[in-house]
């Protein structure tokens, strides 16, 4: 989706006022939203999840902070979803459920068909559901650096419609590419196989 | 249903985001969905142990052991895991090692994504559109915000992590500390630093 929440190479926000110590949590509602997304046993994905974030409108998207995002998404996944009560995390869960080891690469059959040091061009594509293709990069060019195996899909997982793994990369994109810097600086993106076509 | 004065005090003061979600804490409470006192331990595990010392003690390491950070170039997620930090948000992790000649930056243009084993929870400029916008399209102009200023011939390399693949910046280690333990390195290594923000070194 072309949404608000695909910010690359936007203008016009302002300073980015960093301070160099802050909480973990600015506000005490804030660590009660994000243990609740963490907690809450769903039997969605969390391509489903960020889905839903973006499905925000954009002008509340805009004026509202990470964690209000994360109560609509959250607020609506719970809309088309049950909850399991009998996995509900307790205590002692915790610890091992976060730091569990866990993968998103699956097994696929088809070969990579793009090599490392091959040119790509991203796909000029603009579809309606959740994508990780940002438009700052759509219709450009760049070269493949990594191959990462085959991941679960965002496109297709988001929308319930299973993990469909895909071959991931990494694709290297020159400012001057990306941008028309005159200088040598880089953007490096994780682009899945049916994002790109060959160069 | 029982209500005293107490709890009516604390409502009063509560913003409208913040009854909200503890509306939602309620209700998924009470049909048996969450444990409070689950979200207790998340939240004290986010504000106490999972944070960026974690990375802090992967940079030191790198910085003194060079077979380790051969290891977390090839391998990040295993060397990483070997000190004890895996899991949520660190399912696939890279290294990314900063250079005279290259200076790695990183940043999530699409939501809020950050390597949370080794960084804890992102702050909020990260997650914000100041950052999130202006990373991609004027890397110098946003390092000169956090006071970096890079020679021209050091070239940016900026990270847009828009899959489950999570990367951590290994700064350079600072000038004149040959003479530091590891533990004394750790605390050189400041969070912005792993982003690629900052050097490493003290933050004012």
Known sequence: ?199 | MPHDGHDHDDHSELSPIALRVRALESLLVEKGYVDPAALDVLIDTYETKIGPRNGAKVVARAWTDPAYAKWLKEDATAAIESLGYTGRQGEHMVALFNTPEIHNMVVCTLCSCYPWPVLGLPPVWYKSPPYRSRAVIDPRGVLAEFGVTLPETTKVSVWDSTAEIRYLVIPMRPANTEGLSEDELAGLVNRDSMIGTRLAGKVA
């Open chain 1, 1 to 199: 989706m072309n949404g608000v929440h695909d910010l690359g190479g936007m203008m016009g926000f302002g300073p980015i006022a960093a301070p160099a110590v802050e909480p973990v949590f600015h506000e005490k509602w804030e660590g009660r939203m994000a243990a609740l997304v963490m907690a809450v046993p769903g039997d969605w994905s969390i391509d489903e999840d960020r889905a839903a974030c973006e499905s925000m409108h954009p002008a509340k998207y805009l004026k509202t902070s990470y964690y209000e995002h994360w109560l609509h998404g959250l607020e609506l996944l719970l809309k088309k979803h049950t909850p399991d009560s009998a996995s509900a995390m307790r205590p002692a869960d915790i610890w091992p459920a976060l730091t569990a080891r866990r993968s998103y690469v699956r097994d696929i059959e088809t070969p990579a068909a793009f090599a490392v040091g091959q040119n790509v061009r991203v796909k000029v594509m603009h579809p309606a559901g959740h994508t990780r293709a940002p438009r700052y990069v759509r219709g450009h060019t760049g070269e493949v650096v990594r191959l990462h195996g085959a991941h679960v899909f965002p496109d297709s997982n988001a929308l319930g419609r299973g993990e469909n793994p895909q071959w991931l990369y990494t694709v290297r994109f020159t400012a001057k590419e990306l941008w028309g810097r005159a200088n040598d600086d880089t953007v490096m993106l994780d682009l899945w196989e049916p994002y790109l076509e060959p160069a």
